[in-house]
Nanobody, 124 residues
Framework: QVQLVESGGGLVQAGGSLRLSCAASGRTFSSYAMGWFRQAPGKEREFVAAINFSGGITYYADSVKGRFAIARDNVKNTVYLQMNSLKPEDTAVYYC?????????????????WGKGTLVTVSS
């Protein structure tokens, strides 16, 4: 069982930055690939970014490529999402999730564990 708790959301002006964190419980964090997803009001949840077990390989949705960066610290059992050049369309609840395969973490199929999310609001 893995429990995930996101933090770092809030209100920011367009063009600003935020860093989200996701703390994982348990001693098997490095056994999971991690992903960030988001759900905007009235829209379906969508993939944002993924990172493999060691942190050496990352993958991004086209909409955030070049602006967002995912990273992980397997000692601190934490995955991060650095968000720069934020736009109003980035407004959403952001979720981190864990998967047993990097393929899953890239938004292909169900993730194994989900956090409860953190709200990011970008004002224009």
């Amino acid at each position: 069982q893995v429990q995930l708790v996101e933090s770092g959301g809030g209100l920011v002006q367009a063009g600003g930055s935020l860093r989200l964190s996701c703390a994982a419980s348990g001693r098997t964090f490095s056994s999971y690939a991690m992903g960030w997803f988001r759900q905007a009001p009235g829209k379906e949840r969508e993939f944002v970014a993924a990172i493999n077990f060691s942190g050496g390989i990352t993958y991004y949705a086209d909409s955030v490529k070049g602006r967002f960066a995912i990273a992980r610290d397997n000692v601190k059992n934490t995955v991060y999402l650095q968000m720069n050049s934020l736009k109003p369309e980035d407004t959403a609840v952001y979720y981190c999730a864990a998967a047993r395969s990097y393929y899953q973490a890239r938004g292909n199929g169900d993730m194994d564990y989900w956090g409860k999310g953190t709200l990011v609001t970008v004002s224009s």
